[in-house]
């Protein structure tokens, strides 16, 4: 893997002051960190700091909210990124998931303070409180009309609610653990889950009942991901006629990211298995990048690409550092990948650097959202940050 550049997770504020200064650091496998540090020397005319790097790196642009850093002797550049806004008064307590609805203008989370809110995502400012799990709620979504939100909770309890009133509409029950991820199939006729119990389900919204078990594997199921699978995939046959009830399960494919370190791809109307891959360590998350590619990180820091048709050896492997990856998020021509040491980043093919998210200090970004070219990120330290991709 190449080397991978860090920055003083403050370093907006830092460079600042005048002869303000920031760490930098280099770290490439099997070599001696190579450390550094940016000076800030005045303003330029326009407003924007001049920075200066000591020996071995070099400043190649600089914005109010953003610097480009290359160390030349390793072929590595990273675009750091500072939040164009942060929401400190959202939750009191730890953030755990959050989504953006698809018009952009609204928010949800959920917290270790027990409580899951609807805000405005402009603002950061509370709309609704929704109320009725019992226990933490460790997951929440929009369904794609942007008015609705599905949440999963400790209490293997999975509800849909009005994002306009907070009411909640539908209460599915039948796992027998945590709900740890969901998923909405379509425009969100049916919806599914994973638990902690190893299962995933199918649900059917309009008479709030299950549709069946996709899958009982014995493991914890981390993070789950439907996607439209590539033609030449044969997803299996099911055994009995689907339901009338399930809408848009045909030619889809469920990526199941499991504690046991194994992922999992299962036809959604077969029930059928389609592959099984062997990582590294338990998988965390999940992801579709396109109808044959797909993305899982694990709890040792690996993120896999891996092509559906051939899943015997990864495209590649993506390792940054040891720390868990977290979240997983396709966005435009690459993905956002969030981990359990604080870091954030954006991959893009058409970039020559890798664009970090700074700012959370240690602190695990547990999970990142998007609309358009802002992009939300949730935090232990309780923070929702939110980045502007102008510039890419």
Not at 62 to 74: M, Q, Y
Not at 210 to 237: E, Q, Y
Not at 251 to 258: D, E, F, H, Q, S
Request: glycine letters at 10%; proline letters at 4%; hydrophobic letters at 35%.
């Amino acid at each position: 893997m190449a080397a991978t550049l860090r920055i003083q997770s403050d370093w907006s504020q830092a460079l600042r002051r005048d002869e303000g200064e920031a760490w930098l650091s280099c770290r490439s496998p099997g070599k001696p960190t190579l450390y550094g540090s940016l000076t800030r020397r005045g303003l330029s005319t326009e407003g924007v700091p001049d920075i200066a790097a000591s020996e071995g790196f070099v400043v190649r642009e600089v914005t109010k909210k953003s610097i480009l850093i290359s160390c030349p002797h390793e072929n590595v550049s990273t675009k750091f990124l500072a939040p164009y806004t942060t929401f400190c008064r959202i939750h009191q307590k730890s953030i755990t998931c959050l989504d953006i609805s698809s018009g952009g203008g609204l928010g949800v989370s959920t917290s270790t303070d027990g409580t899951m809110k609807i805000w405005q995502a402009a603002n950061g400012e509370i709309r609704r409180l929704l109320e009725g799990h019992v226990y933490d709620v460790n997951c929440c979504r929009f369904f794609p009309s942007g008015l609705v939100v599905l949440s999963g909770g400790m209490d293997a309890q999975l509800k849909i609610w009005s994002a306009e009133d907070a009411s909640c509409v539908v209460t599915f029950k039948g796992h027998k653990g945590g709900i740890l991820d969901t998923a909405i199939v379509d425009r969100g006729r049916n919806v599914l889950s994973c638990s902690r119990d190893g299962t995933a389900r199918l649900w059917d919204c309009g008479k709030s009942a299950c549709l069946g078990v996709i899958t009982d594997c014995g493991s914890p199921v981390n993070g789950i991901a439907v996607g439209t699978a590539d033609n030449s995939l044969n997803l299996g046959t099911p055994e009995k006629a689907p339901s009338e009830r399930e809408i848009g399960t045909e030619g889809k494919i469920l990526l199941l990211a499991r504690e046991d370190k194994k992922l999992q791809g299962v036809g959604l109307q077969s029930r059928q298995p389609v592959f099984l891959f062997i990582g590294s360590d338990a998988f965390n998350c999940c992801t579709f990048l396109s109808s044959t590619y797909i993305l899982a990180g694990t709890q040792d820091g690996n993120i896999y690409q891996l092509d559906v048709r051939n899943t015997n050896i990864p495209i590649q492997v993506i390792h940054r550092s040891g720390a868990p990856v977290l979240s997983l998020l396709p966005y435009r021509d690459g993905f956002i990948a969030s981990q359990g040491d604080g870091t954030c980043f954006v991959v893009q093919q058409d970039l020559d650097y890798v664009l970090d998210l700074t700012e959370a200090d240690c602190d695990p970004v547990y999970k990142v959202a998007s609309w358009e070219k802002q992009i939300y990120t949730c935090c232990r330290d309780g923070i929702v940050r939110r980045y502007q991709l102008s510039d890419l």
